[in-house]
């Protein structure tokens, strides 16, 4: 498929490449003063937040040292099931580092919830999370979200490293699918 048809199935565009470019710079830089002086270490959620993480950690000012997990609580359906499962753990120790969770999208909050209580069981001295998009309308789990790119409806959205059925992670925007693509 090529990048006119991905486009062809996109119901409208939440935002451009400009805007994500501008709020991933200020990001970093609130991450940048609020450990200044310190090491962080970026914890990228895969494969979604893997174009958010790369952007994210160039705009950082500080060290920063990068690992990925990769969980699962959907499957192959757009809504979770409330499962999550560790498919891919981190490499390095975290015990008393700096830990950001870098995570592409936040809706029932239940992943990034479980993930939390999980990385600051492994002696985490500071944890925090920063999203690009928070979907707040679905929040089943309350969490707390510390650097939050953009807040979006409650709208099936790809782009930016964000997929339905593997498509359109490459597309360097963010917009929301028509309905008839994915079936809702």
Do not use: H, W
């Not at 048809?5 to 991450?31: N, Y």
């Not at 015990?95 to 950001?100: E, F, L, Q």
């Amino acid at each position: 498929m090529d990048d006119a048809q991905m486009k062809q199935d996109l119901a409208r565009v939440l935002f451009t490449p400009e805007q994500i470019k501008s709020r991933v710079k200020e990001l970093g830089q609130q991450i940048s003063r609020d450990f200044a002086g310190e090491e962080v270490v970026l914890v990228g959620i895969l494969k979604g937040a893997v174009i958010f993480f790369a952007d994210l950690a160039r705009e950082i000012s500080l060290p920063v040292r990068m690992d990925f997990m990769a969980i699962s609580s959907y499957g192959s359906a757009t809504k979770t099931s409330g499962v999550v499962r560790i498919l891919k753990d981190l490499d390095k120790d975290i015990t008393g580092r700096n830990v950001i969770i870098v995570e592409d999208i936040v809706d029932s909050g239940m992943s990034l919830a479980f993930l939390k209580e999980n990385l600051i069981s492994r002696g985490a001295k500071a944890l925090r999370v920063c999203v690009l998009l928070d979907k707040p309308e679905r929040r089943r789990c309350p969490i707390d979200v510390d650097y939050r790119g953009f807040e979006v409806p409650d709208e099936f959205v790809v782009g930016y490293g964000m997929d339905y059925a593997e498509r359109y992670r490459e597309l360097p925007l963010i917009g929301v699918l028509k309905p008839q693509v994915y079936g809702g």
